[in-house]
């Protein structure tokens, strides 16, 4: 592919929606680049264990995706990239980029060589940090691109050096530098994403405190095979196997002191996350929902149903107030008021799952251009947005099939931008 | 603080708050207007520490305030027993000024004459108000005096012997002083501030009748 031009959409974010933006796009025939911070694309999908409605495997999905870009000339990723700056308007952005160094290129095979001689642990981001790994390092088994890549704390250390040693195919080059460049664009698609809310902030759950609190994007790692817990189900505080588990909904969202919205997915996820209870032990586990009420809409509506039939899943109709440990087992213990009967309780159980709920992962000040965003960080669809279009969670609290229509929709909308321009520039080549 | 005896009460019952105890509530209670933003979500409910101890914790009363229980909530004693600990406050994810709405419950029940004859908050704190209305200044002395000799002499003798450390120490300390019980200390210009006081009763009394 040439240089940029003003017909070139640039999509940032290489998640599930960035990715399905890019390809729509680039299917019609148009240039675009999908640049992404992380050294892979993939986003939180790829840290899902499985998919409601359906219960299938993410990697899937992800799969088709990443034949369809391997087979589309129309793309240019770049990882490790972010947008620092951007001026001008409609048809004619001007995009100054940030790429940090991999250290390692294109010559890489990850035969993983590297990775076997370097000692210093950090913590996982992949798996939430329930997991060290090195400093040279696959980000995930289906990490796009199959590079490895140097964690910068180790440059000018021994470890670097015995990576750059190791590797067979000399792909590591220590002296990577930051790059800056500039591109000139039509229409930006902003698909950054979300990321799960704070825990720490929800004082009364003592997600801090107390080791047997986890948050539900912490036990999607849990039940990955080659996760931290290699796919059981266990205790942080005691490496027992639960099998008693109680999912808080609401952890942080539809609450004036924390997320205003509905963050729409963590009911399905909770659900979902029963149902991960049920194949694990059948009969012998146990799932214990405390929710405000259960939000799931339409044909998911359906998935509701079945858990409700599920013996092993009980539903108490109830916000916690706070969570307390009781200290010889470990187990944390839930009080507050059933609202049917307005009953007291304080119930324990071996592991509590918060339903955390997800905020847009590019705060308002943190973002290089002036778009309008609603009171809850989501970027809007707005006239004054110029051709600056949302995608995914960087428009709403959207699961993945509703992330991907929305992605699609502004795909179109770029499209139709490049087309203008294209049409303006033809009739001006034309007259001159 | 006066009561409206019976014949207000009637004249409520009839009027256009019938069946819509919630309007009612919004138009005399403070915070009333806050009623209908509660979402039965149970966190304050479970967070207040007097919650096992009272007949409905706030969660609920709001829910029979919707469900237009006017007597049962008017004559309970639940709202007397909040403590002002803000627990409810600082959790409630809509945001509900609990602690204030229960006190304007009180308040209100009052009013209107409706609130439990004998709850101790509630005689506390007409005690209070007539002590410290007096002069302008609280009289520590008096206002232990009235509170033991409420139930009658008897009891009160009893009362004020259990506590005569506590009434020696407060001495000590000159925290209380038993000169307070001929008259005691005051503003300086006690008929002003009652008739401030009173223009601030025709006020609101004012306000109580027009909201009927
Ligand atoms: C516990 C849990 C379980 C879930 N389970 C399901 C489920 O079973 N089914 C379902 O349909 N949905 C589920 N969801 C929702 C699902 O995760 C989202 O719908 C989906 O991740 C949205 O994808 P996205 O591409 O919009 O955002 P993301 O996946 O967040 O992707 C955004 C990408 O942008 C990148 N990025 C961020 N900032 C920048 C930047 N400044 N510059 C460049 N790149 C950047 C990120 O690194 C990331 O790769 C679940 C959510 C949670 C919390
Ligand atoms: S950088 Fe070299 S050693 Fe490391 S995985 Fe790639 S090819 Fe192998
Ligand atoms: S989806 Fe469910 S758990 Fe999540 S914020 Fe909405 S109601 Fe609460
Ligand atoms: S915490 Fe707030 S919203 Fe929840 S029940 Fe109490 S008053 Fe209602
Ligand atoms: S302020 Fe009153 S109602 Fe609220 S938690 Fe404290 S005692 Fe209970």
Same mark, same amino acid.
């Given at each position: 592919?040439?240089?940029?031009?003003?017909?070139?959409?640039?999509?940032?974010?290489?998640?599930?929606?960035?990715?399905?933006? =890019?390809?729509?796009?680039?299917?019609?025939?148009?240039?675009?680049?999908?640049?992404?911070?992380?050294?892979?694309?993939?986003?939180?999908?790829?840290?899902?264990?499985?998919?409601?409605?359906?219960?299938?495997?993410?990697?899937?999905?992800?799969?088709?995706?990443?034949?369809?870009?391997?087979?589309?000339?129309?793309?240019?990723?770049?990882?490790?990239?972010?947008?620092?700056?951007?001026?001008?308007?409609?048809?004619?952005?001007?995009?100054?980029?940030?790429?940090?160094?991999?250290?390692?290129?294109?010559?890489?095979?990850?035969?993983?060589?590297?990775?076997?001689?370097?000692?210093?642990?950090?913590?996982?981001?992949?798996?939430?940090?329930?997991?060290?790994?090195?400093?040279?390092?696959?980000?995930?088994?289906?990490?796009?691109?199959?590079?490895?890549?140097?964690?910068?704390?180790?440059?000018?250390? *021994?470890?670097?050096?015995?990576?750059?040693?190791?590797?067979?195919? *000399?792909?590591?080059?220590?002296?990577?530098?930051?790059?800056?460049?500039?591109?000139?664009?039509?229409?930006?698609?902003?698909?950054?994403?979300?990321?799960?809310?704070? =825990?720490?902030?929800?004082?009364?759950?003592?997600?801090?405190?107390?080791?047997?609190?986890?948050?539900?994007?912490?036990?999607?790692?849990?039940?990955?095979?080659?996760?931290?817990?290699?796919?059981?189900?266990?205790?942080?505080?005691?490496?027992?196997?639960?099998?008693?588990?109680?999912?808080?909904?609401?952890?942080?969202?539809?609450?004036?002191?924390?997320?205003?919205?509905?963050?729409?997915?963590?009911?399905?996820?909770?659900?979902?996350?029963?149902?991960?209870?049920?194949?694990?032990?059948?009969?012998?586990?146990?799932?214990?929902?405390?929710?405000?009420?259960?939000?799931?809409?339409?044909?998911? *509506?359906?998935?509701?149903?079945?858990?409700?039939?599920?013996?092993?899943?009980?539903?108490?109709?109830?916000?916690?107030?706070?969570?307390?440990?009781?200290?010889?087992?470990?187990?944390?213990?839930?009080?507050?008021?059933?609202?049917?009967?307005?009953?007291?309780?304080?119930?324990?159980?071996?592991?509590?799952?918060?339903?955390?709920?997800?905020?847009?992962?590019?705060?308002?000040?943190?973002?290089?251009?002036?778009?309008?965003?609603?009171?809850?960080?989501?970027?809007?669809?707005?006239?004054?947005?110029?051709?600056?279009?949302?995608?995914?969670?960087?428009?709403?609290?959207?699961?993945?099939?509703?992330?991907?229509?929305?992605?699609?929709?502004?795909?179109?909308?770029?499209?139709?931008?490049?087309?203008?321009? =294209?049409?303006?520039?033809?009739?001006?080549?034309?007259?001159? | 603080?006066?009561?409206?005896?019976?014949?207000?009460?009637?004249?409520?019952?009839?009027?256009?708050?019938?069946?819509?105890?919630?309007?009612?509530?919004?138009?005399?209670?403070?915070?009333?207007?806050?009623?209908?933003?509660?979402?039965?979500?149970?966190?304050?409910?479970?967070?207040?520490?007097?919650?096992?101890?009272?007949?409905?914790?706030?969660?609920? +009363?709001?829910?029979?305030?919707?469900?237009?229980?006017?007597?049962?909530?008017?004559?309970?004693?639940?709202?007397?027993?909040?403590?002002?600990?803000?627990?409810?406050?600082?959790?409630?994810?809509?945001?509900?000024? +609990?602690?204030?709405?229960?006190?304007?419950?009180?308040?209100?029940?009052?009013?209107?004459?409706?609130?439990?004859?004998?709850?101790?908050?509630?005689?506390?704190?007409?005690?209070?108000?007539?002590?410290?209305?007096?002069?302008?200044?609280?009289?520590?002395?008096?206002?232990?005096?009235?509170?033991?000799?409420?139930?009658?002499?008897?009891?009160?003798?009893?009362?004020?012997?259990?506590?005569?450390?506590?009434?020696?120490?407060?001495?000590?300390?000159?925290?209380?002083?038993?000169?307070?019980?001929?008259?005691?200390?005051?503003?300086?210009?006690?008929?002003?501030?009652?008739?401030?006081?009173?223009?601030?009763?025709?006020?609101?009394?004012?306000?109580?009748?027009?909201?009927?």
């Amino acid at each position: 592919m040439a240089v940029a031009t003003n017909q070139t959409i640039l999509v940032v974010g290489g998640g599930i929606s960035g990715l399905t933006a =890019a390809l729509e796009a680039a299917e019609c025939g148009k240039d675009v680049i999908l640049i992404e911070k992380n050294p892979s694309l993939g986003g939180r999908i790829s840290q899902l264990y499985k998919y409601f409605p359906k219960l299938c495997h993410p990697s899937c999905g992800l799969e088709i995706n990443l034949r369809r870009l391997k087979g589309n000339r129309n793309v240019r990723v770049m990882t490790l990239t972010e947008v620092s700056a951007v001026s001008g308007e409609t048809g004619n952005y001007s995009v100054t980029l940030k790429r940090s160094p991999r250290y390692v290129n294109d010559r890489c095979t990850a035969c993983g060589e590297c990775g076997k001689v370097v000692e210093a642990d950090f913590d996982d981001e992949f798996h939430y940090g329930m997991k060290q790994r090195k400093g040279a390092y696959l980000p995930f088994s289906m990490a796009y691109p199959q590079r490895y890549v140097l964690d910068p704390c180790i440059i000018g250390s *021994d470890d670097a050096d015995k990576a750059k040693a190791a590797c067979p195919m *000399d792909a590591i080059d220590l002296d990577m530098q930051e790059e800056t460049l500039e591109l000139n664009i039509g229409a930006i698609i902003w698909a950054t994403g979300w990321r799960p809310y704070d =825990a720490n902030k929800i004082q009364p759950y003592g997600y801090d405190r107390f080791d047997n609190v986890i948050t539900n994007v912490e036990f999607e790692r849990m039940l990955d095979p080659f996760g931290p817990t290699g796919g059981k189900i266990l205790r942080p505080s005691d490496g027992k196997e639960a099998r008693d588990i109680a999912f808080i909904q609401c952890a942080g969202s539809r609450d004036e002191n924390h997320l205003k919205h509905c963050s729409r997915i963590c009911c399905m996820a909770s659900l979902k996350q029963a149902t991960y209870v049920r194949e694990q032990y059948g009969d012998e586990g146990k799932s214990s929902i405390y929710y405000i009420d259960i939000r799931a809409i339409d044909r998911l *509506d359906n998935f509701f149903a079945k858990v409700k039939a599920d013996e092993t899943v009980s539903f108490i109709k109830s916000k916690v107030a706070s969570i307390t440990e009781d200290k010889a087992s470990g187990n944390p213990v839930l009080h507050g008021v059933n609202v049917e009967g307005y009953h007291r309780y304080s119930n324990p159980h071996e592991l509590v799952v918060l339903a955390i709920g997800m905020e847009p992962s590019v705060s308002r000040d943190e973002f290089p251009v002036d778009v309008v965003i609603d009171d809850n960080g989501f970027v809007e669809a707005d006239e004054s947005n110029g051709a600056i279009f949302a995608a995914g969670c960087t428009a709403d609290a959207l699961d993945v099939n509703r992330a991907v229509q929305n992605a699609t929709a502004s795909a179109l909308r770029a499209i139709q931008v490049i087309n203008r321009v =294209a049409a303006q520039e033809a009739a001006s080549g034309a007259e001159g | 603080m006066s009561d409206m005896g019976s014949v207000a009460i009637e004249k409520y019952r009839n009027n256009n708050y019938r069946n819509n105890f919630l309007h009612e509530v919004e138009a005399h209670v403070e915070g009333g207007e806050w009623v209908k933003m509660c979402m039965q979500c149970g966190v304050c409910a479970g967070s207040c520490p007097l919650g096992p101890h009272w007949a409905h914790p706030p969660q609920e +009363i709001f829910m029979m305030i919707r469900a237009g229980k006017r007597e049962e909530v008017l004559t309970s004693d639940s709202m007397w027993m909040c403590t002002s600990c803000y627990n409810c406050i600082v959790r409630c994810p809509r945001g509900l000024p +609990i602690t204030h709405i229960m006190h304007g419950l009180a308040h209100y029940a009052h009013r209107l004459g409706l609130a439990p004859e004998k709850q101790p908050t509630r005689e506390f704190a007409k005690l209070f108000w007539d002590n410290i209305t007096k002069n302008g200044r609280a009289n520590e002395l008096k206002m232990g005096l009235s509170l033991y000799f409420k139930d009658g002499f008897g009891s009160g003798v009893k009362e004020a012997m259990k506590n005569k450390a506590l009434g020696q120490a407060m001495m000590k300390t000159k925290r209380m002083n038993p000169m307070e019980f001929f008259g005691g200390h005051g503003v300086k210009d006690k008929s002003g501030l009652h008739a401030m006081l009173a223009k601030a009763r025709e006020i609101e009394d004012a306000k109580f009748e027009q909201g009927k």
